[in-house]
């Protein structure tokens, strides 16, 4: 295979799955696409749906040391589809970028990540070792049906993950500039502060609730969490959406409700960060209610085969030096890493995933490509 026939059917495959419409749980068919792929250069085809979910198990080879491929074919909505300067599930190709939903975020490291296994495959018919892909259709979700359902499946087998690749657009400023060895917690929370409704006229008669939580606010916002460490940033807040009142302009809300989010570094635990605001508020003598869902732990592995192999093979294809970080937000990582002895994820650039107009370079997509072929190649052949 040339370097062109190469390139060709990266892109030629991503196209492909960015036209088929797959907002999440929906896959539209991206995985039987890749399953027949797959399936002809001889791995075996397992399909593990879970609820709503399709989940695609494909193994080739039985011998240790197995290195998986994961990724999703779930996308985010679209938006407003008059925003975008193309149809969004078109794939279309301007001044060398693909346009539409999902290309960065991340059929495109899906695309290269399987265009990779073939050219392997085609010029090595005796690795040493296993190759499997692990492909879901919710990781964009309640991520509840999908990896997770195939990491505790794979448990109960007995089968081991030696290790992974995220093909998640890990990528900031230019191409394998950043590998993410881990990733921050999230714990979410929705509070509803209760006062009484009122008309305005009578402030007397009402109590608002925005009034009341106002310096709770000011002070949720400020507290320092943690300095972060040597493989974590520091705890953020971030207030997400404020609603309270009725729309109309002359009525006093009952209540105000409050969405925010931490991603977590491990020196704070989730225990630490839910006792700490719920006393700030019970110090503000505020009536409130609170809803916590802790959705994501911090993990990280410790830098091993895989990591040497991805650095080796970006610095040869880019000239780039990469950097080992777990910021960014979650990813599926956080359930093969309870498996896997190794977990890391590397791709494309990600500046405009989930945007108007997301779209992926193609020179970079390529490129990816290559780099998870010579990173199989140093780990299997």
Not at 170 to 193: K, P, W
Request: glycine share 8%; charged share 20%; net charge negative.
């Amino acid at each position: 295979m040339t370097t062109q026939d190469a390139t060709d059917a990266t892109i030629d495959l991503l196209k492909e799955l960015v036209q088929r419409p797959s907002v999440t749980p929906e896959d539209s068919g991206c995985q039987d696409l890749l399953a027949e792929r797959l399936e002809g250069v001889g791995f075996s085809i397992e399909h593990m749906p879970c609820g709503e979910v399709k989940n695609l198990w494909a193994r080739y080879g039985s011998e240790a040391p197995l290195v998986v491929l994961a990724g999703h074919t779930d996308v985010v909505p679209t938006g407003d589809e008059s925003d975008w300067k193309v149809n969004p599930f078109s794939a279309e190709i301007i001044d060398n970028k693909m346009y539409g939903r999902g290309t960065s975020d991340m059929k495109g490291g899906v695309a290269a990540m399987v265009t990779a296994a073939e050219r392997l495959l085609s010029n090595h018919t005796n690795i040493k070792g296993s190759i499997a892909f692990l492909i879901t259709s919710d990781e964009e979700g309640p991520a509840i049906d999908g990896t997770r359902h195939v990491v505790e499946t794979l448990r109960s087998r007995g089968e081991k993950i030696d290790q992974c690749i995220v093909g998640e657009p890990s990528s900031s400023e230019q191409l394998g500039d950043v590998i993410r060895h881990g990733r921050r917690g999230s714990l979410g929370c929705r509070l509803v502060v209760r006062g009484i409704q009122g008309h305005v006229a009578y402030p007397h008669l009402a109590r608002n609730p925005v009034h009341e939580a106002a310096p709770f606010l000011t002070e949720l916002v400020s507290i320092v969490w943690d300095e972060g460490n040597d493989y974590f940033p520091p705890t953020t807040l971030q207030i997400s959406n404020i609603h309270g009142g009725t729309g109309a302009t002359n009525v006093v809300p009952g209540t105000l409700t409050i969405d925010f989010n931490l991603r977590y570094c491990p020196d704070t635990t989730p225990d630490h960060i839910r006792s700490t605001i719920e006393q700030l508020a019970h110090s503000h003598e505020l009536e409130a209610d609170f809803t916590w869902v802790d959705s994501a732990n911090p993990f990280i592995t410790k830098p091993g085969p895989l990591t040497a192999a991805v650095e080796r093979a970006v610095t040869q294809v880019t000239g780039v030096t990469a950097k080992l970080n777990t910021a960014g937000g979650t990813s599926d990582g956080r359930f093969i890493a309870t498996l896997a002895e190794e977990v890391i994820e590397f791709g494309t650039t990600n500046a405009t995933i989930h945007q108007v107009n997301e779209c992926v370079d193609l020179d970079e997509l390529t490129t990816a490509s290559i780099i998870y072929e010579r990173v199989l190649t140093d780990l299997l052949t």
